[in-house]
Each structure stands twice: as structure tokens, then as C-alpha cells.
T-cell receptor
């Protein structure tokens, strides 16, 4: 399967600042990446679908102006949490989908964001 | 949109016993059903998946069954071992590549 990395693995920031999380597909050109958020002891909630060269598709209830997604190349998607607040503290995980039509997703190691 | 329910939320078994986790989905167009294992603080790892043209799939101690008519699928782990302890998530996809996850099952295997 695809090898996916994320950076940073963890970050602590002050309330009101912005944080950028990178997701890289190391051995596969990914036209589509997904961003999930996972609160403690909860499931993965899909936030948005990141499409290379076009705008991201956000799930209902996810603020696109707060969670900025950029997918400028086939190997890199970034998620920027703008004006972060303590309630944004969570585990953010990206995934890469494999060959079109095969549905398999390969996950990054996740980024733990703590907003003070 | 798709909705996936998962039961039970927690499951405790003795080492060597079997464990069964069940999921139901709502979108009849869903055609791909993976199962993920997630250890604390780690990424979800795909352990087995099944597509809608197959009723059952097995990989060593792990098997998945799918009932399209009833819109439910199940994960079966036989001869459980302590290292099987983790949170397991089912998911469903309707061909858009988007995965909708179940709520998770915390499995504890006691030696």
C-alpha cells in the first residue's frame, strides 16, 4: 500500500494562532487525499476531501474558512487550522486513496494538536 | 448520506476465545467495507476488507462476512491473543472513495 507521512506528529499552540499540518504521499501520486479528525475515544470523522489542483470538498458542519486545505501537488496536501481554539484540540489524520475505484485508504501517522 | 452503526462498543474476551463485531450501513449503494485496527495514539491499520460481490473473506484468524440484503457485515476473530487488544473500526464506501466509519469497538483480550 501507499506510504503516508504527516508533519508534525504533535504540536502545542496558543489559542488564536494558526497551525499547518502536512500530509505527504511518499511513494504514490495521490490525486485525492482525505482529512479526518478524531477526538479521544471517538471514531474518525471525515472533515474534507482534498483534490489535487482544485478546491477541497468539505463535509457538512466543517468550516472551510477555519480548516484551510491546499493540495498543490500529487504528493502533498496541507491542512491549516486557523485561529485555533481549545476545542480544536484533536488527533488529525490524513489518508491517501489508492487506484481510482478501489476505495482502499492508507493513513498517515496522525498529528496531535493541543491548543492552550 | 451513509450512516454506519457498530456494536458492541466494548468487548472483553478470554485469550483463545472468538470475538465478533457487527456493523450495519444505510446506503444500499455502498460496495466496499474495510475493517481497521487502531492502537492507542497510532494510525488505523487495514486488517481486512470485503467488496459487495463477495459474501465472505478470510485471512488466517480474521474473517469478514457481508449480508447485502440486510445491509450488515461482521468481523470475526478466532483464537484471540492479547495483541489483538485494540480499537476496531468498520467503514463503508459507496464508490466515491469516501469512507464513513463506525463508532468503534474496544476489544480487550485477557490472558
Amino acid at each position: 500500500g501507499a506510504v503516508v507521512s504527516q508533519h508534525p506528529s504533535w504540536v502545542i499552540c496558543k489559542s488564536g494562532t494558526s497551525v499547518k499540518i502536512e500530509c505527504r504521499s511518499l511513494d504514490f501520486q495521490a490525486t485525492t487525499m482525505f482529512w479526518y479528525r478524531q477526538f479521544p475515544k471517538q471514531s474518525l470523522m471525515l472533515m474534507a476531501t482534498s483534490n489535487e489542483g482544485s478546491k477541497a470538498t468539505y463535509e457538512q458542519g466543517v468550516e472551510k474558512d477555519k480548516f484551510l486545505i491546499n493540495h498543490a501537488s500529487l504528493t502533498l496536501s496541507t491542512l491549516t487550522v486557523t485561529s485555533a481554539h481549545p476545542e480544536d484540540s484533536s488527533f488529525y489524520i490524513c489518508s491517501v486513496t489508492g487506484l481510482a475505484g478501489y476505495n482502499e485508504q492508507f493513513f498517515g501517522p496522525g498529528t496531535r494538536l493541543t491548543v492552550l | 448520506g451513509e450512516n454506519v452503526e457498530q456494536h458492541p462498543s466494548t468487548l472483553s474476551v478470554q485469550e483463545g476465545d472468538s470475538a465478533v463485531i457487527k456493523c450495519t450501513y444505510s446506503d444500499s449503494a455502498s460496495n466496499y467495507f474495510p475493517w481497521y485496527k487502531q492502537e492507542l495514539g497510532k494510525r488505523p491499520q487495514l486488517i481486512i476488507d470485503i467488496r459487495s460481490n463477495v459474501g465472505e473473506k478470510k485471512d488466517q484468524r480474521i474473517a469478514v462476512t457481508l449480508n447485502k440484503t440486510a445491509k450488515h457485515f461482521s468481523l470475526h476473530i478466532t483464537e484471540t491473543q492479547p495483541e489483538d487488544s485494540a480499537v476496531y473500526f468498520c467503514a463503508a464506501s459507496s464508490g466515491t472513495d469516501k469512507l464513513i466509519f463506525g463508532t468503534g469497538t474496544r476489544l480487550q483480550v485477557f490472558p
